[in-house]
């Protein structure tokens, strides 16, 4: 739904009437976060990634929710029955949306809902719990569990997801097996289909179809492929290039919206969609968190090993993909930064240590290297506690280069107000030409770890979505599929024969 909505606001805002971009901004809600998602650190370069956090509520407050969610007797509360974490790299080179499980059961933090005044306390409960007291404690939630900076959410509900598939079309989906969940309503023959509305809805909600584990992690396989095809959709077929569509669109996806209250107007909007749109589908990496079953609750998991890792390598801005829309195959970060040529960097080195000769020697390392021969090493006017890298505007990437060599961390490097890259050698780094001091975060999480058991999707992939064929669908005495609490079960596809008397949700 993000990568509907992001995208087709993009156009709107530059083509639209100033009534229709008022209408629009009229149209979005927004709530504070109160600062409950923590905050981004800039790389060397002074980038920020950016993080969102999807959510699709189960509310059935409102009637047009009530009659497409069902289970109207369970009232106004609402959960995140779908939780996804949209992280945008600093670079805007790649990006990776990680899904929660619903049912994960993890600790909880205290938190207040501002607008109503609920409050609760510290908790062990299943995270879409932490909902019902508003997004800004969904946020705090995810933030505690995952370390992850949380700068922004977005909320849609079942009447938006409606909404949303209808105006933009429909989204093209394969399922390589027939596929019916009596739960969702979901059947769908083998092939390729055009699904929207109530289609769409049932899509992304049916929890026994696919492959995947559980019944809510299966779920997130056929997320992850609508949303990579939502994807394609908009960039090959001229969705937006066609102002009726994207008007229609714009106006479809700020009803269906909740957000923060730094996405609050369509102007914020847009922003979001450029950076989202500088990354090409295949550099977009769909994962879903390791988890195993709670050992209290096999309806519920817990996490798993190697989520520790994925959450590291979103934290820490780490892609998943190659540049060419591969899976990384290692622990470290991959860069589109064309190749620096060190011949023509000049560096000044200055020692600002009581160490004799420290500048002299960095230098040495440098040259060796083969950055430009007319660098300089002198001492510092005044003594330096930490080592730090400065460059003036328009060098970042020279003294990238720079820093790479000598292996100096990010966090090291800022841009200076200078005319020349500057290297102070401070009181970390007394010995040695490979800088060794303090590092202020962890080493960087190993990517293939972080990939295993992840589910990993890429967003370039369009194949078709794969049924489960060991999921089972509770039957009736006389075999036919229902969402009842029955004697035995049968596979999605061994439902879809049994139930011809049911149409199929697309043609």
């Not at 927004?30 to 060397?44: M, N, Q």
């Not at 497409?68 to 949306?97: F, K, P, Q, W, Y």
């Not at 005495?477 to 024969?497: C, E, H, L, Q």
């Amino acid at each position: 739904m993000a990568a509907i909505t992001l995208s087709g606001l993009v156009l709107v805002a530059a083509g639209a009437g100033w009534w229709f971009y008022e209408h629009l901004n009229g149209n979005i809600h927004s709530v504070s976060l109160d600062g409950k998602g923590g905050t981004e650190k800039p790389d060397a370069f002074g980038r920020t990634p950016i993080n969102v956090l999807l959510m699709g509520s189960d509310s059935r407050s409102g009637a047009a929710d009530c009659k497409l969610g069902g289970a109207c007797e369970s009232g106004g509360g609402e959960r995140a029955d779908v939780e996804m974490v949209m992280h945008i790299s600093a670079d805007r080179s790649n990006a990776t949306v990680m899904s929660i499980p619903r049912d994960l059961v993890t600790s909880l933090p205290p938190c207040t809902d501002k607008e109503t005044g609920q409050s609760v306390g510290a908790r062990t409960d299943m995270i879409n719990s932490a909902l019902s007291y508003g997004p800004a404690c969904q946020v705090a939630a995810v933030h505690q569990l995952t370390n992850i900076p949380i700068d922004h959410f977005m909320k849609v509900d079942f009447a938006g997801v409606v909404s949303i598939s209808d105006a933009v079309g429909g989204v093209g989906i394969c399922v390589d097996k027939n596929v019916y969940d009596p739960s969702s309503h979901l059947k769908l023959s083998a092939g390729p289909h055009t699904l929207k509305g109530i289609a769409a809805l049932e899509f992304l909600r049916t929890r026994h179809g696919f492959t995947g584990g559980s019944d809510n992690v299966g779920r997130t396989s056929g997320q992850h492929a609508f949303l990579g095809a939502a994807m394609a959709k908009l960039k090959s077929e001229g969705t937006l290039t066609d102002p009726v569509k994207v008007l229609d669109l714009a106006n479809a996806a700020t009803k269906a919206l909740t957000v923060d209250q730094r996405l609050g107007s369509i102007s914020d909007l847009v922003g979001l969609a450029q950076d989202f749109s500088k990354v090409p589908s295949n550099r977009v990496t769909f994962v879903t968190m390791q988890n195993v079953p709670d050992p209290a609750n096999r309806d519920h998991v817990v996490q798993g090993p190697g989520a520790a890792a994925l959450f590291q390598t979103i934290a820490d801005d780490q892609s998943l993909t190659t540049a060419t829309g591969k899976k990384s195959a290692g622990p470290s970060a991959t860069s589109t930064t064309q190749p620096v040529d060190r011949s023509a960097v000049v560096v000044a080195v200055e020692n600002g240590t009581s160490t004799a000769s420290r500048a002299s020697a960095i230098l040495q390392e440098l040259t060796r290297a083969g950055f430009n021969s007319a660098s300089t090493a002198g001492n510092a006017s005044t003594p330096a506690t930490t080592t730090t890298l400065t460059y003036p505007q328009g060098k970042s990437a020279q003294a990238k280069a720079v820093a790479s060599a000598l292996g100096l961390p990010t966090s090291h490097v800022k841009q200076g107000n200078g005319n020349q890259i500057v290297l102070m050698i401070g009181s970390d780094w007394t010995t040695g030409t490979t800088y060794t001091g303090s590092h202020p975060s962890s080493a960087p999480a190993d990517t293939q770890k972080a990939l295993s058991g992840a589910l990993a999707r890429n967003g370039g992939d369009s194949a078709c979505v794969h049924v489960s064929t060991d999921r089972t669908i509770s039957v009736t005495a006389d075999g036919k599929p229902t969402t009842a609490v029955t004697r035995w079960g049968v596979t999605p596809t061994t439902a879809y024969a049994r139930s011809p008397e049911v149409q199929d949700s697309a043609p």
